[in-house]
C-alpha cells in the first residue's frame, strides 16, 4: 500500500511543505474520528483535476465503521461524490445536520483542507452510527470535533513532539478519560472515565467546575513535588503530554487547545489510567535485574571454576594432564564471557562482536613468541542460547589454531577470525602455519562439529586456508 507521500508525489501538483502537514494531520486525527463517531477519508485532488484519490483513512473506537476495506489509493472521480465536489468547489465545509440537534450530522460531510490558498485535501466524514441523543457527553464530543476540524482545515491541528522525554509510550484516548476546559481553564464538563482517573491519584472532589490546573497544583503542594510539564499540559494553552503518579497510581494527561479564528476557546484534556501498565513495566524491570544478578552470579562461579583448574594445572607434573586442564580453563572461560555480557546487556540478545573480542583476548595468553589474532567483519547481536554455544566454538577454534597453526614456531604467527553475513551467519578461522588438520581430529574438534551441527544447526568444514595453514569454516543460518 502506498503512502500519503508517494500518492501525494505520484497523482497531485502538493509541495513538500503541504505534504508534510497533512502527515500531521493524519498523525493526530484518530482523535477526531472518535470524537465524530466516524470514518474520515483523506482525499487529495489529483494533478489534472479529474478527481480524487483516497491518501489515508482512520476507523473510529468509539463507534462501528462504515469502511470495512481499506481504500486507500482508490480513484474517484469528480462527478461521482457530491459532497467531495461540493465541499471542494466552494471550499466551505458540506454539512448535512440534524436540525434539532447541532453538531450531529444526519449524512456524509466534507471539509475542506486550505493551505496557503490552495486547495490540499478534503477531509469526508462518514458516520456509522445513527444521531445520538443531545446529552452533555455528545454535546462536549460534537463540540470538541468542529473545533478540531476546522483547525485541521487550516493546518493549525495541534500535535506534540514524540521526541520529547515527558511523553508517554500509552498515550490516552478519547474513551479513557475526556475534560473539556473552557477559555479560563475550568472544567466544562469530565466523563465518567476521566473523573474515576482523577480520583485514583487523590482527587476525590468532583472537578467539574474547577480551574484543573488549580486542583492539580494543591495536590502537588500537598506531596511536596513539582511538576511543571503537567500543569503546562492541564492549563490547556499549549500541546503536551505528561504523567503524575500518586498513591500508587498513574495518569497521563494529553492537553490539546482549541482555537477558532485565531482565538483560544478552551481545551481537550485526555486521561488515561496507566496505573496497572506501570505496574507491569515495574515487574518486568524486577525480572530483568533478577536475571542480570543471576548471569552475574554465574559468571562468577564459573570464573572461580575457571581459577581452581587453572592452580591445579600449575600444580600438575604431567604435561598432558596441564594441557587438558588448560583446554577446561578455557572452555568454561568462554561460557562465563557470555554470562557476563548477559549480566551488563538487558534483554535475551548477545552483542556477539563483544564475546568474540574477549575470546580473543583470553587466548592471546596461549600465543607463541609474538603471534597476533585478529578479526574481520561483525557478527552483531545473538540470542544468547546460540551465542554461549558460538562462543566456545570460537574459543576452541581460535586454540587449535594458536596450538596446531602458530606452536613451536619461531617468530609472528597469525590467526584470523573473518566474519561474513550474507543471509547466514558465516565464519572463519584461519592460521598462517602447518595447520590445526595435522592434528587431527581430537576432543576439541568434536567437541566443535558437535555444538556446530546440533546445537547450532549449521555446518562445519576444515580445509587449506588462504594463509597457507588451516581454515575453519563455521556456517549457520541466520
Known amino acids: 500500500m502506498a503512502s500519503l507521500a508517494d500518492l501525494a508525489r505520484e497523482r497531485t501538483d502538493l509541495g513538500d511543505r503541504a505534504i508534510a502537514t ?18 474520515l477519508v483523506l482525499w487529495l485532488p489529483t494533478w489534472n483535476t479529474g478527481g480524487f484519490v483516497a491518501a489515508a483513512q482512520v476507523r473510529p473506537t468509539t463507534g462501528p465503521t462504515r469502511l470495512p476495506d481499506d481504500i486507500v489509493g482508490t480513484f474517484v ?19 448535512q445536520r440534524h436540525p434539532g440537534l447541532p453538531g450531529v450530522p444526519t449524512g456524509d460531510e466534507a471539509f475542506p483542507v486550505v493551505l496557503d490558498g490552495m486547495l490540499a485535501a478534503v477531509i469526508e466524514r462518514r458516520s456509522g452510527v445513527d444521531p445520538r441523543g443531545d446529552g452533555p457527553l455528545e454535546r462536549t464530543y460534537a463540540e470538541a470535533f468542529d473545533a478540531l476540524i476546522g483547525m485541521a482545515c487550516a493546518g493549525d491541528l495541534p500535535t506534540i513532539d514524540t521526541d520529547d522525554e515527558s511523553v508517554t509510550d500509552s498515550p490516552p484516548r478519547v474513551g ?4 473539556r476546559l473552557d477559555a479560563s481553564g475550568t472544567v466544562s464538563f469530565a466523563s ?51 504523567e503524575l503518579d500518586h498513591r500508587g497510581a498513574a495518569v497521563t494527561f494529553r492537553g490539546i487547545p482549541l482555537r477558532r479564528d485565531g482565538s483560544g476557546i478552551g481545551a481537550l484534556v485526555l486521561v488515561r489510567d496507566v496505573s496497572d501498565l506501570r505496574r507491569r513495566e515495574r515487574a518486568l524491570l524486577t525480572k530483568d535485574a533478577t536475571i542480570r544478578e543471576i548471569h ?9 571454576v575457571a581459577s581452581l583448574l587453572r592452580l591445579q594445572a600449575r600444580r600438575s607434573s604431567s604435561p598432558e594432564v596441564r594441557a587438558e586442564l588448560e583446554e577446561a580453563v578455557r572452555r568454561v572461560g568462554a561460557i562465563a564471557i557470555v554470562h557476563e555480557s548477559l549480566a551488563h546487556e538487558p534483554g535475551v540478545d548477545v552483542d556477539f562482536d563483544e564475546v568474540i573480542d574477549r575470546v580473543i583476548a583470553m587466548s592471546r595468553d596461549m600465543l607463541p613468541g609474538h603471534g597476533t589474532i585478529e578479526r574481520e567483519g561483525e557478527a552483531g547481536a545473538l540470542a544468547s542460547e546460540r551465542a554461549t554455544s558460538l562462543a566456545m566454538v570460537l574459543a576452541e577454534l581460535i586454540g587449535n589454531g594458536v596450538e596446531h597453526g602458530l606452536g613451536g614456531r619461531a617468530g609472528a604467527g597469525l590467526v584470523r577470525v573473518r566474519i561474513e553475513r550474507n543471509g547466514r551467519l558465516i565464519i572463519h578461522v584461519d592460521d598462517d602455519g602447518p595447520g590445526m588438520g595435522a592434528a587431527g581430529e581430537g576432543l576439541g574438534l568434536s567437541i566443535v562439529r558437535s555444538l556446530v551441527t546440533g546445537e547450532l544447526r549449521g555446518s562445519l568444514a576444515i580445509r587449506p586456508g588462504p594463509l597457507g595453514g588451516t581454515r575453519a569454516t563455521v556456517d549457520l543460518p541466520r
Open 22 to 39: 497533512l502527515q500531521s494531520l493524519v498523525g493526530e486525527w484518530t482523535l477526531l474520528a472518535d470524537l465524530g463517531f466516524a470514518d
Open 77 to 95: 472521480p469528480r462527478g461521482r461524490n457530491a459532497t467531495i465536489d461540493r465541499a471542494a468547489s466552494t471550499r466551505l465545509p458540506a454539512l
Open 176 to 179: 479513557d478519560g475526556l475534560i
Open 192 to 242: 465518567p472515565n476521566a473523573q474515576s482517573a482523577v480520583h485514583r491519584i487523590g482527587i476525590t472532589r468532583e472537578i467539574t467546575g474547577t480551574v484543573l490546573r488549580d486542583v492539580l497544583a494543591r495536590l502537588l503542594e500537598r506531596t511536596g513535588t513539582t511538576n511543571d510539564a503537567l500543569l503546562a499540559v492541564v492549563r490547556g494553552r499549549t500541546a503536551g503530554e505528561a
Open 296 to 304: 552475574h552470579r554465574v559468571k562468577n562461579n564459573l570464573q572461580t
